[in-house]
Structures are given as C-alpha cells and as structure tokens.
C-alpha cells in the first residue's frame, strides 16, 4: 500500500465515522422532537355556563359564555362573549353582558371588560333600567356590581353619567363617585 492509498483510505474512513455520528445526533434530535408535549392542568370548553345557586343572603346567578379558558388550577377562568342572569331576588332579575370576563375561581369575582351592559328586567310596578360602561367588576358575595370607568344609566327616558360607581343589585342602591351630569324625566 502506498502513501496516497492510506490517505485515501483514511479521509474515506473518517468521512464515514463523521457521517454515522451526524446521523447519531439527527435520530436523537428526532426522538425529542416526537416527544409528547408535557401534559398541563388546564382547560378550553366551548359554550360554557357556570352555575351558582343562591341562599337566603344571596343571589343566584348564570354565567353563559361562548368560550371558557383556565391555563391552570387556581388562574381566573377567562371568558368570552359573556351573558349573567343574576337573581337578586324572586321578583328581581339582571342581566349583565360583556365581550370578555375573568372569573376568579375561589371568590367568583367576575371582571368584565368591553361594551358591559346590565339591565335590570323591568317587573310589574318598575321602569327599564340599564348602564353601560367599559368595565364592571361582579361580587356575587355582596351582591354588587363597581367600576371606577365611565357609567351611563338609563331609568325609562331619564338618563345619568357619572365616573365611577357602586351598586347593591339586591337594596336596588346606586352611590356615584364623581362627574355626576344627566337629565332626568319625572
């Protein structure tokens, strides 16, 4: 065997150990690659509704939603396109609308977000009731609906906006924070 003839055969030789360990690393990077993803706690449900029942101290409600999100145990339930009916009392029903809500599991605190409007069903001796804003947080616990945004109610043909208010859904109260302007219809 001459000199070129070892020098062929050795460049050839360690062409084919380079080849094997790079097809090696390859078929392991695939292995890992077709590994399953880690399996999480959460969940996504498509129309969603949520049910609390009431007691003698407070309302029931219905949480509807076209979509139901939790990434984790313990995260708020995200939600969208939401409609609540909130039984305050037997004769006294809301309902509330949003786009979006985040809905925390332990307290059922509800923030909603996007064109929220609640509307008092109207009974026999009531007048239509109604606010709109962009923000509304929901505590099913006290009964009561707040928001530090810009509200616009609406009491028949009266109509009222303020800066931020508290309302009591069962003692049908309402305290106005600031900017309070309107017009009101006797």
């Known amino acids: ?8 055969f050795t460049t050839l030789a360690a062409i084919a ?10 078929t392991a990077d695939n292995a890992m690659n077709d590994a399953p993803p880690p399996i999480r706690s959460g ?5 969603a509704t949520i049910y609390s029942g ?17 990434s984790m145990r313990g995260e708020p339930i995200l939600l ?10 037997a004769s006294q029903e809301w309902h509330i609308k949003a786009r979006t809500a985040a809905l ?15 509307t008092r069903i109207a009974g026999e001796n009531d007048m239509p009731f109604s606010l709109h804003t962009d923000a509304l947080a929901f505590d099913p616990a006290s009964d009561a609906v707040t928001t530090d945004a810009s509200v616009e109610f609406m009491l028949g043909q009266s109509r009222l ?15 106005l ?3 309070v302007r309107g017009h009101y219809t006797p």
């Open 80 to 89: 969208t396109d939401i409609e609540i009916r909130y039984y305050a009392q």
């Open 54 to 70: 009431g007691n003698d101290t407070r309302g029931a409600f219905e949480i509807t939603a076209a979509q139901a999100q939790q």
């Open 17 to 26: 150990v380079i080849t094997w360990y790079a097809g090696q690393d390859e």
């Open 104 to 118: 925390e599991e332990t307290t059922q605190k509800l923030e909603m977000a996007g064109n929220v409007v609640a």
């Open 177 to 179: 924070r600031s900017n």
């Open 161 to 175: 906006e303020a800066l931020g208010m508290r309302a009591n859904l069962v003692d049908d109260t309402i305290t």
């Open 43 to 47: 969940y996504y449900v498509l129309d």
């Open 1 to 8: 065997m001459n000199t070129r003839s070892v020098l062929l």
